[in-house]
């Protein structure tokens, strides 16, 4: 039988309550960290990094136990480096799927009514302990008939219905921060919901995983150095997926490397322009290539496993990734601009002049190499013009790309820590010229193309580079006006939490009553009730003596 905590876990109500009460806690200990510290020292910042610290461990706990949808938000935070700080994404980086392995009992059930026979119809052996456990489902080595050694895919136990009510409870967490937060405010929260939603509910129907591998096998058919799983289809059902099984190691497992003399070099240019490809033409896209999903074989092939999460480069995309280049190749900043514009990159009240400011002299500093010589007060200085520019900027990461930024930046920390000398320029350099078409495209611009397109990313100094992949903005709450919006979002959330409590009273009230305590009941909802009085009345004080 299951126990509480597991019958809990299949309930909506106390799911969207963990959901929503983790929006609500950590937005509240962030308003009142920086409502108590006005002054950023380096006690402060300490202090700081050991309170997000905490939240991270308290929601890997949490997406650990639940699983569903807090494990994959959790992967997906952990990549994102433009707006989560970094003790964050140290924490969460470990989030891989990181779920307790389900009972043999269930998956030999699963398969057997999926397949409508006994396991031993088709298989000759079956190992009874998975290989991999993952939020959606659970990996079996196994042994066809033939000799065959497969991996077999098992759906969970009611995973469809744990994610579908993650999604209502997303929702809820959505709503809190557009409300709460001045993230909330700067980005398309409702356009970011719904691609999370697009391809999470995708994930769930491994028939569309199926199809998802038979379109990459077919893709890279031709290229040696990248093998795709085949599929047995005719196992193949809406919850079971059964592939060829891989021999092979993690691509950064170095000491599998040295063994086998396997170069990371050449590893690293095999990842980088089989993603590159994706990345730059239109078509689908590997969206979640973490180490795991990325094996090599002993003879130096890279496979690729778990088309699970996929999404799509558009025709149109491509579009603006030739125009953004190609204004930064003839300095046409009002170009990239306008570019970014329609790529949804910029709400409609940013400051275009100073974003294109901002732009040119990025690019100038790039362009002379000044990141090798720049003194470290110069670099604060800078440091503090983007903090500023950023914090000030609706600037947003558009939610149709949210997922190519997410891959894109894996596949880039997988690069340098598999070789770190890598040389993006180099390697950048044919991808680009066949981007652009060619010869008859690229034959009056290619010099220019290849100047410095990938230079910078290169010139940057490591310090630079650490912080450029630090989303902690270091905002300072030290004016006035900023201290009393604070204050005022503060005590809206107290107001808002308090009326989700009411709700709650109500509940126990009905839940006593109903039980022939109505006292209790009562007292519990005009303790709510009370609590909100003291809210609205210390808010409309606080109000009137700033006026």
């Not at 002054?39 to 997000?52: A, E, G, P, V």
């Not at 433009?82 to 392995?101: A, Q, Y």
Request: proline letters at 2%.
């Amino acid at each position: 039988m299951l126990g509480v905590g597991n019958t809990l876990k299949f309930n909506l109500f106390y799911r969207c309550f963990i959901f929503v009460w983790l929006a609500v806690k950590f937005i509240s200990q962030i308003y009142l960290f920086h409502l108590r510290h006005r002054i950023w020292d380096q006690r402060t910042r300490i202090k700081w990094n050991s309170l997000l610290e905490r939240q991270a461990k308290e929601y890997r706990e949490k997406a650990v136990r639940l699983g569903g949808v807090l494990i994959k938000v959790g992967q997906f935070m952990s990549t994102r480096a433009d707006f989560m700080p970094e003790v964050f994404i140290k924490e969460l980086s470990g989030l891989v799927d990181k779920v307790p392995p389900m009972s043999f009992d269930y998956a030999k059930n699963l398969l057997e009514q999926e397949w409508g026979t006994e396991l031993d119809t088709h298989l000759q052996s079956i190992e009874t302990s998975s290989v991999a456990s993952a939020s959606i489902g659970e990996v079996y080595q196994a042994e066809l008939h033939d000799g065959s050694s497969v991996a077999i895919k098992v759906q969970r136990y009611r995973v469809d219905d744990i994610f579908h009510m993650d999604f209502k409870a997303l929702k809820l967490v959505f709503r809190v921060i557009s409300l709460f937060t001045s993230f909330g405010k700067k980005a398309d929260l409702n356009a970011l919901y719904n691609e999370l939603i697009q391809v999470m509910d995708k994930e769930l129907d491994f028939e569309q995983e199926l199809a998802y591998g038979a379109y990459f096998r077919d893709r890279y058919a031709e290229n040696n150095s990248i093998h795709i799983p085949a599929y047995y289809e005719r196992l193949c059902t809406k919850r079971v997926l059964v592939m060829e099984w891989i021999d092979g190691a993690k691509v950064t497992d170095f000491t599998y490397l040295n063994e086998h003399n396997i170069s990371p070099e050449l590893l690293a240019k095999r990842l980088f322009d089989f993603y590159l490809d994706q990345f730059m033409n239109h078509g689908y896209f590997h969206a979640d290539p973490h180490a795991g999903n990325i094996l090599v074989q002993q003879d130096g092939t890279i496979s690729i496993i778990d088309f699970g999460m996929v999404s799509d480069v558009r025709k149109q995309d491509t579009l603006y990734f030739k125009k953004i280049i190609q204004g930064l190749i003839v300095n046409d900043y009002d170009t990239i601009i306008e570019t970014m514009d329609e790529m949804n990159f910029i709400l409609p009240n940013a400051d275009r002049k100073k974003l294109k400011k901002m732009i040119r002299k990025t690019i100038e500093i790039y362009e002379s190499g000044s990141f090798r010589n720049m003194d470290s007060q110069a670099m604060d200085q800078l440091k503090e013009d983007l903090r500023v520019f950023i914090n000030e900027q609706p600037i947003q990461v558009s939610a149709d790309y949210a997922y190519l930024g997410r891959a894109a930046s894996i596949i880039l920390g997988i690069l340098v820590h598999l070789y770190p000398e890598i040389d993006i320029e180099k390697m950048a350099k044919p991808k680009i010229k066949q981007f652009f078409g060619g010869k008859n495209l690229t034959d009056s611009i290619y010099k220019e193309i290849v100047k410095d397109t990938a230079k910078p990313i290169l010139s940057y100094p490591r310090a630079m580079l650490n912080w450029l992949e630090n989303g902690e903005k270091d905002r300072q709450w030290e004016k006035e006006q900023q201290h009393t919006h604070l204050m005022h979002h503060f005590f809206l959330l107290l107001e808002g939490v308090n009326v989700l409590l009411i709700f709650a009273g109500f509940v126990a009230f009905a839940y006593f009553t109903f039980h022939s305590l109505p006292l209790i009941g009562g007292t519990i909802l005009g303790i709510f009730l009370v609590s909100l009085a003291l809210i609205l009345r210390k808010h409309y004080k606080f109000i009137k003596l700033r006026k």
